[in-house]
């Protein structure tokens, strides 16, 4: 199976770029991981946010393909523990799912048209993260459900 991540703006900070490298260096062994970061909209300053959230969905439907199951990193979406989370990547494996795309919007989310889209909604907690930390963050907990999944010592219970 194959798992994107698609992020609206670039990484900023070399201890969240390590950090990010480190985790997709060991997702290798598990998966095809592709993370990609498409530029903020330019001038989004002068731009009202649902309009700017807009923009940055067409700019994301760029990158999805046809026969993906998209699902949007937002506040309002579900919350899995590790170990529920794993269950819910390990069921879509054994569904056959060929793609997994998760999607981190922009600054100030997701556009609305984009989450009604989107096959499943995932929190990843009630906290507020920036959009940056996000990545991290969300690339270990996918390494974690891989060793959840493979039984490995990583995640310790």
């Known amino acids: 199976m194959k ?3 698609i992020t609206i703006g670039k990484t900023n900070g070399d201890w969240l770029l390590k950090g990010i490298s480190e985790y997709k ?3 290798a062994h598990y998966t095809n991981f592709e993370m990609i970061e498409i530029p903020d909209v330019k001038n ?3 731009i009202p946010f649902e309009k700017l959230k807009e923009l940055e969905q067409l700019e994301i439907e760029k990158y999805l393909d046809k026969d993906t199951c998209l699902i949007c990193l937002d506040e309002n979406g579900k919350e899995y523990s590790s170990e529920d989370f794993s269950t819910f990547i390990e069921k879509k ?3 056959g799912t060929k793609q997994l795309t998760f999607v981190v919007g922009g600054a100030f989310g ?3 048209q984009l989450l009604k889209k989107s096959n499943d909604k995932i929190a990843l907690s009630l906290m507020t993260f920036s959009h940056q930390m996000v990545r991290l963050i969300f690339v270990e907990q996918l390494y974690r459900a891989f060793s959840i999944i493979k039984n490995e ?3 310790h219970k």
Do not use: G, P, Q, W
């Open 153 to 155: 010592k990583y995640h």
């Open 110 to 112: 997701i556009s609305e």
């Open 44 to 46: 989004r300053a002068n």
């Open 25 to 27: 260096n060991r997702l």
């Open 3 to 5: 798992i994107k991540l």
């Open 93 to 95: 494996m054994v569904a």
